[in-house]
């Protein structure tokens, strides 16, 4: 919505490419010159920035685990997650971009979570002694898949549910890209 007038532009050409939870902007320029396509596609560049703010974790091929791993150790920060349901992407994701170990410290998959996801992102942060815990649900119902969210920190907690009506690796990746976008947000707006 936010990008409407943008899309319908001829040059520079912005398209959307949806995923589950996420969309990424493609932008081609034209000019007589190399510069000047690359002066008309960095000016929306400019414009989608403004537009978009918080909700921009990267350009190029930058993935979303890796914004958040690349922030969270800027910061100092430490995380751990919690799944059920999952097939542990959040947690193998994040594992992927923090091999070492310095800002992910675990990501548990359970057959159950013992209490609600927001009061599991607070229960795995606590155990584990990082700054944020997180927790992700993918729970069947008769018409659909219910997806929960949480993140816990010591300023307090965020969550967000949604519905899901497509196959189950979907509705994981829906729940992955939903906390990590739930962490991110809390990230740029943190003071």
């Known amino acids: 919505e936010r990008l409407r007038d943008l ?15 996420m969309v990424d902007i493609r932008i081609r320029a034209r000019g007589t010159t190399p510069e000047e396509a690359a002066a008309r596609a960095e000016a929306t560049v400019q414009t989608i920035r403004e537009r978009l703010r918080w909700a921009i974790y990267g350009e190029g091929t930058c993935t979303p685990e890796e914004a958040l791993i690349a922030t969270l150790r800027e910061r100092g920060l430490t995380l751990a997650t919690l799944e059920r349901g999952t097939m542990g992407l959040l947690g193998g994701r994040l594992a992927a971009a923090d091999p070492e170990g310095l800002v992910f410290r675990i990501g548990e998959v359970r ?31 008769a018409e659909n898949f219910q997806i929960t969210v949480a993140m816990a920190a010591p300023e307090g907690s965020r969550s967000l549910q949604r519905g899901h009506r497509g196959p189950l690796p979907h509705a994981a990746e829906w729940a992955a890209n939903a906390a990590m976008g739930l962490l991110w947000r809390w990230l ?4």
């Open 188 to 191: 740029q707006e943190a003071p």
């Open 111 to 141: 057959a159950r979570l013992a209490v609600a996801p927001e009061h599991a992102a607070e229960a795995i942060r606590r155990q584990m002694g990082t700054t944020v815990g997180m927790a992700a649900e993918v729970l069947q119902g």
């Open 7 to 21: 899309l319908e532009g001829e040059n520079p050409q912005v398209g959307l490419n949806a995923h589950p939870g």
